[in-house]
């Protein structure tokens, strides 16, 4: 299966992940503060709004939350789409993939 992911961290460290296919999204971020916790917990988690956004499942929901990240200009950033093919499920490789260090 194909996973995209774009790794979340601040200056000096990884907050987290966001994982998506074609049919799932979620993300971790265990290290990240409440305001932006809230704030992936909407955007992520939430009601799929797709008047207002790319749907969720469509990669550029992805690019679409790295620039509103970045539009900001706060202490934390969303790196570029990377792409993932592997035969675990869903959960294992979001687990995997927040052990990791981005930076």
């Known amino acids: 299966m194909e ?11 990884d907050l987290g992940v966001v994982l998506q296919t074609d049919h ?13 916790q809230r704030f992936f917990d909407e955007e992520v988690r939430g009601e799929d709004v797709s008047n207002f956004h790319p749907p ?24 570029d789409i990377h792409i993932l093919n592997s035969t675990d499920s ?10 990791k260090p981005h930076i």
């Open 3 to 13: 996973y995209r992911y774009c790794k979340i961290y601040s200056k000096n460290h």
């Open 56 to 79: 969720k499942f469509s990669p550029v929901f992805l690019r679409h939350l790295k620039h509103i990240v970045e539009a900001w200009q706060d202490s934390v950033f969303v790196s």
């Open 24 to 36: 799932q999204i979620d993300y971790v971020a265990p290290k990240m503060t409440s305001n932006w």
């Open 90 to 99: 869903f959960d294992l490789v979001l687990d995997d993939l927040a052990q």
